[in-house]
């Protein structure tokens, strides 16, 4: 099944639902940043939550970043998308290997640490940003974003993320939102915790092959979930140009990139988010050290 992001109304429209498959985006992931499997079950996890809190926007020009930061062996995860949803992001150390935890799974919390935030940022055309801020509750990602909506964002949310992890890379990795509308039912609300109850994880769901479709119909318990929006398709894909690297160039100062100059000749720069090398030869350094003269005149 491919990546895909539908979004549902179910109980006759006072259930919203959003399903994603990212199970291509967060293998293209662990390959381009060489992740250990639990910093791809981690980081796999950001991907599918920002990816689905990304088809939430509405502007083509708006964008979201969203920072994990534990006190764990991973560091600080960032991952950023428009809303198509293109996604980018990394993980500050990509290699962590810990043994599996007392359910024999990769123990995503401790790689992560059990003290830290999340932030949110959403650049949606306003004066300002809207920045959200919540404490790690579990580290295990979903129950920390279902309690970052609640405290940031006042909305009460079921989050599930599930990314399965074996020797050849991601086998499958999705995940759902569940918000209840204003006009949601005490009974609603109780046929859904218990049909996500029942259910059970998402990546095991995505691994016996169920559609979205399927899977909204087992964590609603609502045969008759409606369709809103179908083509999301999510994506892992930088935006990184040589042109970026020149104006970030620009940015460390006349002394720096002259001391660059005379004693290195040359200068390569990595981009954090897809580790696509950018060359400059001495010639390039020049020209912007030039620039940065001029521009200084203007």
Request: hydrophobic share 40%.
């Amino acid at each position: 099944m491919k990546d895909k992001i539908i979004k549902f109304l179910a109980h006759n429209g006072r259930v919203s639902v959003i399903c994603a498959n990212t199970t291509e985006m967060v293998e293209e992931a662990r390959k381009i940043h060489d992740m250990s499997p639990v910093v791809a079950a981690a980081f796999g996890r950001l991907l599918t939550i920002t990816s689905i809190m990304a088809t939430e926007m509405k502007g083509s020009k708006d964008k979201l970043t969203v920072q994990l930061k534990g006190n764990g062996p991973i560091g600080v995860m960032i991952a950023t998308a428009n809303n198509k949803p293109i996604v980018k992001g990394y993980a500050a150390n990509p290699v962590v290997e810990l043994p599996l935890n007392e359910d024999g799974k990769l123990d995503v919390s401790g790689a992560v640490g059990y003290e830290g935030y999340i932030n949110v940022v959403k650049d949606i055309g306003l004066k300002d940003p809207y920045i959200g801020i919540s404490p790690l509750v579990s580290s295990e990602i979903a129950e920390d974003f279902a309690n970052y909506f609640v405290n940031s964002e006042q909305r009460n949310s079921a989050v599930a993320l599930g990314v399965l992890v074996d020797k050849n890379g991601v086998r499958a990795s999705g995940g759902y939102l569940i918000n209840p509308m204003p006009d949601a039912t005490e009974e609603d609300i109780s046929t859904v915790e218990q049909s996500i109850f029942k259910a059970g994880a998402m990546s095991k769901m995505l691994d016996q092959n169920l559609t979205l479709e399927e899977i909204a119909k087992r964590i609603t318990g609502d045969e008759n979930v409606e369709i809103i929006e179908d083509s999301i398709v999510p994506e892992f894909k930088c935006d990184c140009s040589k042109e970026h690297m020149q104006n970030a160039l620009m940015t460390i100062g006349k002394e720096e990139l002259e001391d660059i100059i005379e004693k290195e000749g040359k200068a390569e720069l990595v981009c954090h988010f897809c580790n696509k090398k950018y060359q400059f030869s001495k010639e390039e350094l020049e020209y912007i050290l030039k620039n940065i003269d001029t521009n200084k005149e203007e």
